[in-house]
């Protein structure tokens, strides 16, 4: 992917819900609070059932202040209201945690399509399209993941805040010591965490081989078991996968040794810390069994913590990737349609004029100082061997893609970015492989012709040679499958056309667009649309057959030049 942006902690926080997030921070916060205060109340309690006078720690002394006795019913209601309280916070926190969650994931998974359906052509036509559905599936679902962990992680290490506060507030110097070895067990994982990005690239770059496997093998059914070479793609897809599971399992490794060294380490620190606090600072026992609870509670956060940390290490090679590509997708987005735009009618003609096309690596442009005109009402095929320039010269025709130099003029205008995408309104394409979509015979026509009702529907079948679909059992209900595949090519092709007819454009483009027809109905087809001539202006891809027969002009192009023009008797 050209144009490599490397994304900032900006990029990421200007995909959050900030004021989701600031509630979820306080909810976190406060849930904190109610925690850290309940495990305090442990000490006048303790101070209660052991009969003490003695001090009975910062709460003792509050209750003593204001007149409340130290009585255990009242602490242990007050203990039990907070327990409810706590509860109640940590059911909002989730809610609110998930919305925040699946919030970043939706809103990058819809800004990412939408970056990429309005992209330039020429962007996307240089695109491996498998990788930017394996980022739109497979990369954001562990973005998904690791915003879970990086959400679960902030609201560990806000509890642990809450819990180092009391932990302080109970015995500044044991807390003071703790608190600085916890922190220096954190900071021993940065390699870890630098090794879980790099495993995390490393799984990124194993899936969308895999996608990639997957999408070109299925679309190649035909082939492969023409070929039967059914066992080397087994092979490879198999080989794919065990580099995929070799980079999860040296994560999922290097999070139990982790999770494995952190519990060693910290149940090492406690007991240092409960032995200073004993043998070295003689704290009471009211004091060091709630330090006791409150550090076995920090134990199992602080390896939350680390954990999210290094998961959110794993998974953020998969947002820095769906930001590179948001990068590069925006900032080739096609311009918006500026409101009251006429839209160009081509009543005259169509032309091309000193257009040069050149891609990225290779010597010899695609196209070279090309003219070309098409009079309104006139048939034109273009013909020329693979690779001569065809099919970028009608990109440029239909407004698909603009010339590195030269330009587009529609009778006598010449086209801007914003009036070639407005010029698109009028141009209808067909392709050599024609596209259905997933459902309806009429759901795939009304694309072309919202609200059009079914006797308009039906004629455009049959001027398209498609008169079969009204004798389908269902007929214009007829489900066509996924792509179309319950269908023959012939039908497909012959239902793509009649879609193309009733959007009624001034410039239709047919690129081999009766390859799969018989000569009867390719014949069909060739009356209908010399029947249309009057109406639009058709430019042909293709040299054989019944509908460059019917050209007024055939031209001819090598090496993306135009090499000159036969016009038909």
Partial sequence: MSGRHVPSVRDFFALIDRRKTALLAVLS????????????????????LGNSSGPSGMLGSVFERIGLPRSLPLLLGLFVGLVIVRGVLNLFRLVTAQAVETGLVDRLRNRAWRALLHCEWRMLANMRQSDNASLLITSLERVAGGAHFLVSGAISAITLCGIAMA?????????????VGGGLVVLAYR????????????????SARVYAEVAEGLA????????????????????????????????????GVAQLLLQGCGALLLAIVVWGAIEVWHAPVATVLPMVALFARALPLLGQTQEAWQNWAHARPALDETLQLLAVTEAAREPDLPVGTAVPQARQSIKVERATVAH???????????????????????????????STLAD????????????????GVTLDNAMRRAWRQQVTYVQQEPLLFTGTIRENLALAAPGANDDTLLEALRRAS?????????????????????????????????????????????????????SENEAAIAGAILRMREEMTIFIIGHRGALADIADRTVRIEAGRIEGGRVQE
């Fill in 396 to 411: 440029i025709l239909g407004g698909l893609i603009a010339p590195d130099s030269g330009a587009l003029v529609i009778d």
């Fill in 167 to 179: 932990a302080l507030l109970l015995s500044p110097l044991t807390s003071a010591v703790a608190i």
């Fill in 360 to 390: 990225p690596g290779r010597t010899q442009p695609a196209l070279d100082n090309v003219d070309l005109e098409l009079r309104f009402g006139t048939i034109t095929a273009i013909v020329g061997p693979s690779g001569a320039g065809k």
């Fill in 466 to 518: 498609a008169g079969f679909v009204e004798h389908l059992p269902d007929g214009l209900g007829t489900t066509v499958g996924e792509g179309g595949r319950q269908l023959s090519g012939g039908e497909r092709q012959r239902i793509a056309l009649a879609r193309a007819l009733l959007r009624r454009p001034r410039l239709l483009i047919l690129d081999e667009a009766a390859s799969a027809l018989d």
């Fill in 191 to 206: 390699r870890l965490r630098h090794r879980a990005a790099m495993l995390g690239e490393a799984l990124n770059t194993a």
């Fill in 220 to 255: 190649a059914l035909r082939v492969i078991k023409s070929f039967g070479i059914e066992e080397g793609f087994e092979t490879r897809l198999r080989d794919n996968f065990i580099v995929q599971r070799r980079a999860e399992r040296a994560y999922v490794r290097d999070v």
């Fill in 29 to 48: 916060a406060a849930s904190a609070v109610a925690e850290g205060i309940g495990l305090l109340l442990l000490v006048p309690m303790l101070a209660v």
